[in-house]
């Protein structure tokens, strides 16, 4: 991430604990011109309107307001500014609502530069190119690209490594039929994939699914009906 490409973006970072604070903009000075900094969600919340930042990044512990209801109301008429949500937990519950809000990432502490690079680089893209990490599958469903996962009628579905892959190469070539080469290559990168363990994991991918969302051309591959 060179300061000179992303000189136009602008990183709101939150978090109430001063030394924390002042190590995140320290190392987010290597990278931006244009960081504002707050101490709770409250002056977040002023610096947002007087700003309009192209990246969020928040504690969600903190006092006043925490960080899942600041970005709730930042979402109620905001569903492009960019958020990163980092946490010292990493409850179910609270994955739940941050994908909810189409957070980018959600990092748990400690957090790593790599990590954080990794976030603030699919922010970046998504700003670039005007894309959003949530997948609508149906009305009750969808899938986080970015953290990759799989949410059903407000649950979260855990996949298997192969099922993951599968369904994140099947929506990323969405508008096609994705061949049976590209699968193998893709999901079977370090094996040789049999006829038999395509339709396994086809069908138990099907199964945590709505229902037909998958459909197949003979002798072409695979579709995400989405």
């Not at 709101?12 to 290597?30: C, K, P, Q, S, T």
């Not at 954080?116 to 998504?126: F, G, N, T, V």
């Not at 407000?154 to 039929?177: G, M, S």
Request: proline fraction near 2%; aromatic fraction near 8%.
């Amino acid at each position: 991430m060179l300061k000179e490409s992303n000189k136009n973006i602008k990183i709101l970072y939150v978090e109430d604990d001063d030394i924390a604070r002042e190590n995140g903009v320290e190392y987010l000075e290597n990278y931006f011109e244009h960081i504002y900094e707050a101490s709770d969600a409250i002056l977040a919340l002023q610096l947002y309107e007087k700003h309009k930042p192209d990246i969020i990044i928040t504690d969600i512990q903190m006092p006043k307001l925490n960080g899942l209801e600041f970005v709730q109301r930042i979402r109620k008429n905001d569903d492009k500014t960019q958020v990163i949500v980092i946490s010292a937990f990493s409850d179910k519950d609270y994955l739940l609502k941050a994908i909810e809000l189409k957070l980018v990432k959600y990092l748990i502490k400690p957090v790593n530069e790599k990590d954080l690079d990794e976030a603030i680089s699919l922010c970046i893209h998504s700003l670039k190119n005007d894309i959003s990490n949530i997948v609508q599958l149906d009305t009750n469903s969808y899938f986080d690209m970015f953290n990759q996962t799989l949410v059903v009628d407000e649950q979260i579905v855990k996949l298997r490594a192969k099922e993951l892959l599968l369904l994140t190469l099947l929506i990323k070539n969405k508008d096609r039929y994705v061949t049976y080469e590209e699968i193998e290559n893709f999901v079977w990168s370090h094996g040789v994939m049999s006829k038999d363990a395509l339709k396994t994991v086809i069908k138990n991918t099907k199964s945590k699914l709505p229902n037909e969302l998958i459909s197949n051309l003979s002798g072409m591959g695979y579709k995400i009906n989405v």
